[in-house]
């Protein structure tokens, strides 16, 4: 049996905290699989854990704006070349989704997506990332072999 999870929104929360809230309940994300923040949560999908973070709004205009980002790290171990970069450049510029395969100085491989969020688009955002975040996780339990096999990382 599974309890449904009910996040309190008060009204005066501001949208960045609305949006972060609304896709982690929209994702249906089991609290023991997950650790929650400030302006983040993690969570583990099987193999994989993936971050959802937002930022502290800023004035753009007349809005408060806040950034969401998803991010799923999904191979380690990565030497840092030119290179490596141009590997990657190539499904990010042919077969990318809705993710950019991202090579930190770290040589951590991660898909990495971000969006803009503000009151007038919160409930679209909101239900929009929440399937970009499915999408990215899924793609890395996919094609993470593959790219630790062409990257030679693990």
Do not use: C
Not at 48 to 61: A, L, Y
Not at 76 to 96: C, R
Request: proline share 3%; glycine share 6%.
């Amino acid at each position: 049996m599974k309890v449904e999870q009910h996040i309190f929104q008060a009204p005066h929360e501001e949208v960045g905290l609305r949006a972060l809230n609304d896709i982690y309940q929209r994702m249906q994300i089991e609290t023991e699989w997950s650790v929650r923040g400030d302006r983040s949560f993690s969570w583990w999908a099987k193999d994989f854990v993936q971050h959802i973070s937002v930022t502290e709004p800023v004035k753009s205009g007349d809005f408060l704006v806040s950034r969401l980002v998803a991010v799923t790290p999904i191979v380690e171990g990565v030497e840092v070349t030119e290179n490596a970069y141009h590997l990657l450049s190539v499904p990010n510029a042919y077969f990318g989704t809705l993710s950019a395969l991202v090579l930190g100085q770290d040589g951590v491989v991660r898909y990495v997506a971000a969006t803009t969020v503000h009151e007038q688009m919160l409930e679209f955002v909101s239900h929009f990332f929440s399937f970009i975040a499915a999408m990215q996780v899924t793609d890395a339990h996919i094609k993470a072999s593959f790219f630790a096999e062409m990257l030679k990382g693990r």
